[in-house]
């Protein structure tokens, strides 16, 4: 037992001295990569790190960035190495943008140098920006310390409501399978903040349409389990309520296979009614009436976007997925080429269990 014990601490010894030793201050931490469109051969990126300077009055943050032009990530990290006073380490990204141009023409060629390295994270954040990256990295926003921190926190609390949940492995998961496309935030930079604009659907690796943020709680509904999220009802023409969504689930069920794919949806929706100016409340049929409309009003808009997403030949559902599950004859282009057509119904079951009105 002791000569085990001692071959193991002399292994550890011997792996651990073959690691080089990084003095973290010794070392440029970037936290967020961005992505911009040059030309059809050439990409910007732009990497943003904090840096931390001490004074009496405490420790500041600063938020610095790197930009450089090349053919290829590997060429712009070496450039971006020419530039910085100390070595840049790829350990803490947290976040990696694409701008709208350049993603539209395919973002899985920079995606997949992030995936084969072996310190960066499978569950970072990813999103398509709304303009250029580098002019959103080099922003200054007071809301936070560090736009790293902004961008990972903004992700982090929206994806716990109305946001669905994305990140760098669910993005490769949907980009490799068959029968599913990928999303990702959309986000624009307004004045000193950041702002959600929606999600940005994809075709393989090609950015081709967005959804609003407003319509992402539909599309949430249709693709997870709801835990927290808010939706307004349109009651009346000029009254509105607004729901909190306290608990969902969805399940699909498809018939036909890929030759004659019929599409049935059942979502089960429970929620609560946070505000509802000019309304009354008092009678159980108040709220009998509420969940009839709000199940008019999601059954409308669930296939609407479904609709939407055939017209597109996008499948951000993973609805061929679900299929391919369900029939073991399943072939991928016969599904293609009916998925458009294919039929699509949609029950939901809401419940209006209490309400949140303070008097």
Request: glycine residues 6%; hydrophobic residues 35%; proline residues 4%.
């Amino acid at each position: 037992m002791r000569k085990k014990g001692l071959s193991l601490l002399l292994c550890i010894i011997t792996l651990a001295a073959c690691v080089p030793p990084h003095i973290i201050e010794d070392i440029q931490m970037v936290e967020v990569i961005g992505y911009d469109y040059v030309n059809p051969h050439i990409v910007q990126v732009t990497a943003s790190a904090s840096t931390y300077q001490g004074s009496e009055a405490g420790t500041t943050v600063h938020n610095e960035t790197l930009t450089t032009q090349a053919h290829t990530s590997k060429d712009n990290r070496r450039a971006m190495q020419g530039l910085s006073p100390k070595p840049i380490q790829s350990g803490k990204i947290k976040t990696v943008l694409y701008e709208d141009k350049l993603a539209k023409r395919g973002i899985f060629s920079y995606m997949d140098s992030l995936n084969r390295d072996a310190t960066v994270g499978k569950l970072l954040y990813l999103a398509v920006t709304d303009g250029k990256t580098q002019n959103l990295l080099a922003g200054n926003y007071p809301i936070s310390t560090s736009v790293s921190k902004y961008l990972s926190d903004l992700f982090e609390q929206n994806m716990k409501g109305n946001f669905p949940e994305v990140n760098l492995h669910s993005f490769l998961y949907a980009y490799h399978a068959k029968g599913m496309d990928p999303f990702l935030p959309f986000i624009e930079q307004k004045g000193d903040k950041i702002q959600i604009k929606g999600l940005a659907l994809f075709k393989n690796d090609h950015y081709v349409d967005s959804l609003s943020f407003k319509d992402c709680f539909i599309f949430k509904i249709l693709n997870e389990k709801v835990k927290l999220g808010l939706y307004e009802l349109r009651v009346k023409p000029n009254q509105f309520l607004d729901i909190e969504a306290i608990g969902s689930k969805v399940a699909y069920h498809i018939t036909g296979g890929s030759t004659h794919p019929t599409i049935w949806i059942r979502i089960k929706l429970q929620g609560m009614v946070n505000e509802a100016p000019k309304f009354n409340l008092q009678s159980e049929d108040s709220y009998k009436r509420i969940e009839k409309k709000l199940t008019q009003d999601l059954e409308k808009k669930t296939q609407q976007m479904i609709k939407r997403f055939q017209r597109e030949g996008i499948d951000p559902l993973g609805l061929g997925d679900q299929a391919k599950s369900q029939n073991r004859h399943w072939n991928e282009q016969q599904w293609k080429d009916n998925y458009p057509h294919a039929e699509v119904h949609v029950n939901i079951d809401t419940q209006i269990k209490e309400t949140g009105i303070k008097e």
